[in-house]
């Protein structure tokens, strides 16, 4: 059993910056891909961020440049800095840890979700 628990989210004004924190159980953290998904009010969750065991980073074209996604892997933790908020940025944010195989980008793989973070950002 694998917990994830996300913290950092908050109200917002456009242009600001808020930095997530994720917190993982267990002691496979190291080995696996992580990172962060997302869903805006009304429609569907998509890819935000990942992050490889080794520090290779994947980002959504629609974040590239303004989030940053790192790891502490003694502490088990994975954070997403989040620069220049869009409104667009509102959404919950979900940590996930992905399993063996799969896209990072369809998330197919991922097999622990945290339970959100919400991000709210105003114009």
């Known amino acids: 059993q694998v917990q994830l628990v996300e913290s950092g989210g908050g109200l917002m004004q456009a242009g600001g910056s808020l930095r997530l924190s994720c917190v993982a159980s267990?002691?496979?953290?190291?080995?696996?891909?992580m990172g962060w998904f997302r869903q805006a009010p009304g429609k569907e969750r998509e890819f935000t961020a990942a992050?490889?065991?080794?520090?290779?980073?994947y980002y959504a074209d629609s974040v590239k440049g303004r989030f940053t996604i790192s790891r502490y892997n003694a502490k088990n933790t994975v954070y997403l800095q989040m620069n220049s908020l869009k409104p667009e940025d509102t959404a919950v944010y979900y940590c996930?840890?992905?399993?063996?195989?799969?896209?990072?980008?369809?998330?197919?793989?991922?097999?622990?979700w945290g339970k959100g973070t919400l991000v709210t950002v105003n114009s």
């Open positions: 996930v840890k992905y399993g063996r195989s799969g896209s990072v980008y369809t998330g197919q793989s991922i097999d622990s």
């Open positions: 267990g002691r496979t953290f190291s080995f696996n891909v």
């Open positions: 992050i490889s065991p080794s520090g290779g980073t």
